[in-house]
């Protein structure tokens, strides 16, 4: 029987407890009456009322629930409340599957990084989610609400800035002292430039870092150029050769990957599957391999999450955080630097495996959204409650001081605010409101902050914020705020990009090198105010 409702002949629509009522027909003239024969109203199973009505023609049921899009949860509920749901459907490819399980196979296979995968991956992927399709439904649709894949976004990198269209095209700005803006040069670019090379492969992903970019395409192809080492300090010895164009990352060229992190002295990369391959990080196995600082082969990430799909990764200044899908929800992970508590363990020693943070089960909080700081973490649960941790220096953490959180702690400052989005840097954190409203807290310096105070007596503009504050500045904008990026580097003056609905993108900050993607008069180094960037990233 096909799947599709339009080609599954007359349906005959009928309620369970609607009684047969006899009809009047003295005012009615030459009404045709209809030749087929009339089914009987009954359901599967038991017969027990309550059982779904429409069990007589599935085909329907299931193009409803794969048109409306159904959250996997919602269909794990149908499951759980009628039997219909659980039964299998008689449908290929597997008839086993029921009509759950069904709608939620449909839907996966209308996402990007499915559609191109063989059967058998597809089946290996299943297993590792636990072994149903709602799961890996679940996966899918938690990677893309973390990471814009398939969208546009907006990256403030240290100096430089990255922005991809959502058609996948790829323009660049700010300094360029390593051929980080792929252009083929090394000269400034101080307007968006797009990147020619590029053209006719399509940027899904972008990371930025000192000096160096990355870029993964809709294929799971990795593009790398600027500095050519995966391991490199913000200012070491090694990478000294340059890439001047998109290269593309040989070692990766087996590894599907759908996103790319570059932290302090190493590199993460991140398998459409979930797995973690990190580059680098010295050779006294930080991450639970011994490597040399200037290795160019990924190795898997050991430990508790050899088996456990990862949907996004983070990374700060030498350490790493990954948001894991278990069956029975979202969890996050830490490996790396303990310094500042910024694992979010409850010390500050290091951790050579990842180790789940416990925190979040104390407070009930499901975790969707991660972001790594420098030297301090945030995650945004499923609840919209925001949680910071690590070091707390000029009130990054939101919570009213400047002292250290060696466990996630809740921001009662925004117990209002229903936060969907989170981005931090160099002692920096904005937050992203569902209405499009967006909050800063931390160090004021560069004017990243968005607020643009006046002036105090000593001639100070850079204000620290201790609280989260609504940054009025972009509520001028008139629009929703979908992203906000800024610059996580210990050693360049930060910039901030903020990203609305209809693709217009926003830049405040510092400025000096072109990474605003305007030019700046009379001595100017950076920009209190947002403004417009000119390009269009729709």
């Given at each position: 029987m096909p799947m599709d409702a339009t080609t599954s002949g007359t349906p005959t629509i009928q309620y369970h407890n609607i009684n047969d009522q006899p009809v009047t027909v003295t005012a009615i003239v030459a009404v045709p009456?209809?030749?087929?024969?009339?089914?009987?109203?009954?359901?599967?199973?038991?017969?027990?009322?309550?059982?779904?009505?429409?069990?007589?023609?599935?085909?329907?049921?299931?193009?409803?629930?794969?048109?409306?899009?159904?959250?996997?949860?919602?269909?794990?509920?149908?499951?759980?409340?009628?039997?219909?749901?659980?039964?299998?459907?008689?449908?290929p490819p597997d008839n086993e599957l029921s009509i759950s399980e069904l709608a939620a196979l449909d839907m996966c296979q209308k996402r990007a990084i499915f559609k191109p995968m063989a059967p058998e991956e597809r089946q290996d992927l299943k297993q590792r989610c636990g072994?149903?399709?709602?799961?890996?439904?679940?996966?899918?649709?938690a990677g893309e609400a973390c990471c814009r894949r398939e969208r546009s976004q907006a990256i403030a990198g240290p100096g430089h800035s990255i922005a991809v269209t959502s058609n996948g095209a790829v323009y660049s700005f700010g300094s360029n002292s390593s051929g980080q803006l792929g252009h083929g040069t090394t000269e400034e670019?101080?307007?968006?430039?797009?990147?020619?090379?590029?053209?006719?492969?399509?940027i899904i992903q972008a990371a930025a870092g000192p000096g160096r970019t990355m870029?993964?395409?809709?294929?799971?192809?990795?593009?790398?150029?600027?500095?050519?080492?995966?391991?490199?300090?913000?200012?070491?010895?090694?990478?000294?050769?340059?890439?001047?164009?998109?290269?593309?990352?040989?070692?990766?060229?087996?590894?599907?990957?759908?996103?790319?992190?570059?932290?302090?002295?190493?590199?993460?990369?991140?398998?459409?599957?979930?797995?973690?391959?990190?580059?680098?990080?010295?050779?006294?196995?930080r991450i639970g391999h011994q490597t040399e600082p200037n290795d160019v082969e990924p190795h898997p990430l050991l430990g508790a999450l050899e088996n456990i799909p990862v949907v996004q990764i983070a990374a700060g200044y030498c350490y790493l955080l990954a948001l894991a899908c278990h069956p029975s929800g979202m969890s996050v992970y830490s490996v790396g630097c303990g310094l500042g508590g910024k694992l979010g363990h409850g010390s500050r020693t290091d951790e050579k495996y990842p180790r789940l943070i416990e925190q979040f089960?104390?407070?009930?909080?499901?975790?969707?959204?991660?972001?790594?700081?420098?030297?301090?973490?945030?995650?945004?649960?499923?609840?919209?409650?925001?949680?910071?941790?690590?070091?707390?220096?000029?009130?990054?953490?939101?919570?009213?001081?400047?002292?250290?959180?060696?466990?996630?702690?809740?921001?009662?400052?925004?117990s209002k605010v229903k936060a969907v989005n989170v981005a931090t840097g160099d002692y920096t954190t904005f937050v992203v409101s569902d209405e499009g409203d967006v909050y800063s807290f931390g160090c004021g310096e560069s004017a990243s902050l968005?607020?643009?105070?006046?002036?105090?007596?000593?001639?100070?503009?850079?204000?620290?914020?201790?609280?989260?504050?609504?940054?009025?500045?972009?509520?001028?904008?008139?629009?929703?705020v979908v992203q906000i990026s800024l610059t996580n580097s210990i050693y360049w003056n930060a910039h901030t990009f903020a990203l609305t609905e209809s693709g217009k993108l926003y830049a405040f900050g510092a400025g000096d090198k072109g990474q605003l993607g305007m030019e700046l008069v009379n001595n100017q180094s950076e920009r209190g105010n947002p403004e417009r960037v000119d390009v269009d990233l729709r």
């Open positions: 009456v209809s030749t087929y024969q009339r089914n009987q109203r009954h359901c599967f199973g038991d017969l027990i009322p309550g059982e779904f009505p429409l069990a007589t023609n599935p085909s329907i049921v299931l193009h409803v629930l794969t048109a409306c899009n159904l959250d996997p949860q919602d269909l794990a509920k149908l499951e759980a409340t009628c039997s219909f749901f659980r039964q299998p459907a008689n449908f072994g149903s399709w709602k799961l890996v439904l679940r996966f899918l649709l670019e101080w307007r968006p430039r797009q990147i020619r090379s590029l053209r006719g492969i399509r870029l993964i395409s809709d294929a799971g192809r990795v593009y790398a150029f600027g500095k050519d080492s995966f391991g490199e300090a913000e200012y070491g010895a090694q990478g000294s050769k340059m890439v001047t164009t998109p290269q593309l990352v040989e070692s990766l060229k087996n590894i599907f990957v759908v996103q790319a992190v570059i932290g302090n002295f190493f590199t993460a990369v991140l398998s459409r599957e979930g797995r973690v391959y990190t580059f680098s990080w010295g050779n006294d196995g089960q104390l407070l009930n909080l499901q975790p969707m959204v991660v972001a790594a700081g420098a030297w301090h973490a945030a995650v945004v649960g499923r609840d919209g409650r925001v949680c910071t941790w690590g070091w707390g220096r000029y009130g990054c953490l939101g919570h009213g001081n400047e002292e250290c959180e060696s466990v996630p702690k809740v921001v009662e400052a925004l968005g607020h643009n105070a006046a002036a105090d007596e000593q001639g100070n503009r850079h204000v620290n914020v201790l609280s989260p504050e609504l940054v009025t500045s972009l509520k001028e904008v008139k629009e929703r």
